[in-house]
């Protein structure tokens, strides 16, 4: 099991704090185990930032809101329902806009690639 | 796109592109001596996540000055990728068909281009610097294309 910020810390590193960040556990290794949970989590959040970084929105930066949607999309395709997702993206919203980060703001940062190993 | 920008791409238009790739012409780069080397280079995914990182630092900078003129980077990248998209196309045409080069060579300049031009478009909010200098070495005829050592120690890669 390994700890996911919800908030991803490699976007919002300078707004929100590291440990203040919500953080949902997930099981399975981000990197080296496909087909966990948290691996999924993260390879469905790879397609969304990759879109910005290769893809056809490169050198744009996604809204906090858009962002919201993908940590939505990724929290079901790592196998929450879609209730629990909806929540959980629900309080990651909270905690960024308790950090004035508004839905309609520009992410500050797109991470880098984390290099997951292909299954 | 702001006056700036529109003499920046002038700059860039005037230049030789690539006209001294692979001359050691230089002590404050580390020359490749290959388009292969180049293009293994360019398409790591440290170089790719360094301009990445380059990019960030520009908007967070961007962003703790003016939070409004951040909010019109999407729109401001747009417009400028109009201009650079079909330029960068023109400009490396040659090169990739005498070369045979592949896709993730457009990626980058590409890349380079248009935050060439964005660090332009908000110079007057922080001023012009990685991009800038990657710009430099397209001027000079060479492509700035990886890092030696841990960034920012080190030495720039360039073809």
């Known amino acids: 099991m390994q700890a996911n910020h919800l908030n991803q810390n490699a976007v919002y590193e300078g707004v929100i704090p590291k440990n203040d960040g919500l953080a949902v556990g997930m099981r399975g290794n981000a990197f080296t185990e496909p087909a966990t949970p948290h691996y999924e989590f993260h390879k469905s959040l790879e397609r969304f930032w990759e879109r910005y970084r290769t893809g056809s929105l490169k050198g744009q930066r996604p809204t906090n809101a858009e962002y919201g949607q993908a940590l939505q999309e990724a929290l079901e395709a790592g196998g929450l329902t879609r209730a629990e997702a909806v929540d959980l993206a629900a309080q990651a919203a909270k905690q960024r806009a308790a950090y004035g980060l508004a839905p309609t703001d520009l992410v500050p940062r797109v991470p880098g690639r984390i290099g997951q190993k292909k299954p | ?159």
């Open chain 2, 1 to 159: 796109m702001h006056p700036r920008t529109i003499a920046t791409l002038e700059q860039l238009e005037e230049a030789e592109w690539f006209s001294h790739v692979g001359v050691k012409d230089t002590t404050a780069a580390i020359v490749l001596s290959s388009w292969q080397e180049a293009i293994e280079h360019c398409a790591s995914d440290d170089w790719q996540g360094l301009c990445l990182e380059a990019t960030n630092q520009l908007c967070e900078r961007i962003v703790e000055r003016s939070k409004e003129r951040f909010r019109k980077w999407n729109e401001i990248v747009d417009e400028v990728k109009g201009s650079t998209e079909p330029f960068v196309l023109r400009k490396i045409k040659a090169v990739v068909q005498e070369h045979n080069l592949p896709p993730v060579f457009e990626h980058t300049v590409q890349w380079d281009v248009l935050h060439v031009c964005m660090e332009a478009e908000y110079a007057d909010v922080f001023p012009p610097a990685y991009y800038a200098s990657q710009a430099y070495w397209y001027v000079k005829g060479h492509f700035p294309c990886g890092w030696q050592g841990q960034f920012p120690k080190g030495k720039l890669l360039i073809y």
